[in-house]
């Protein structure tokens, strides 16, 4: 009579169920993990993007603001300025209308989609209206752009006249 035992040369089902379990799951944490890598990566490229743009436009204001030569107070408020540079008979104007709106100077767009905007007049480092006056000695420019995942990145530039 011949005798049926356990065959040792292979795996259960059992065994075989729970290997594919186990890879699943460490499957789907790798996945999980690739993702969030994904979106850092995201992240850090547009949040770079906007602060290379907001550089830009710091820069040129900055320039420009340092080159001042006359402001009208009458035309002047915390989201417009209108100026004239040394050497320059023309009136220029740094305007931002709304929420989502351009950063303009002269109708020409410096930045695109800016949510906030404001101007703040100080006669000293320490002393701040939101008004111009013959005493202002800086001018501090703060805007805010959304990054990605609407992350709010916030830049601001103080320029001396």
Do not use: C
Not at 30 to 40: E, P, S, T
Not at 52 to 64: D, M, N, P, S, V
């Amino acid at each position: 009579m011949r005798r049926y035992g356990f065959n040792k040369k292979g795996f259960t089902m059992i065994e075989l169920v729970t290997v594919i379990v186990i890879i699943s799951i460490v499957g789907v944490m790798a996945g999980m993990g690739l993702v969030q890598i994904a979106n850092a990566y995201l992240l850090a490229k547009k949040s770079t993007v906007a602060a290379q743009q907001a550089q830009i436009a710091l820069t040129r204001l900055g320039k420009e603001l340092a080159a001042v030569y006359t402001i009208d107070p009458a035309q002047t408020t915390a989201t417009s300025l209108r100026y004239k540079l040394i050497g320059d008979t023309n009136w220029r104007r740094l305007t931002w209308t709304a929420a989502d709106q351009p950063l303009t100077l002269d109708g020409d767009t410096l930045i695109d989609k800016v949510q906030a905007f404001s101007l703040t007049y100080h006669n000293t480092y320490s002393t701040s209206a939101t008004f111009y006056s013959s005493a202002t000695a800086v001018i501090e420019l703060t805007f805010q752009l959304r990054g990605y995942g609407d992350t709010p990145l916030i830049f601001v530039k103080r320029t001396a006249i």
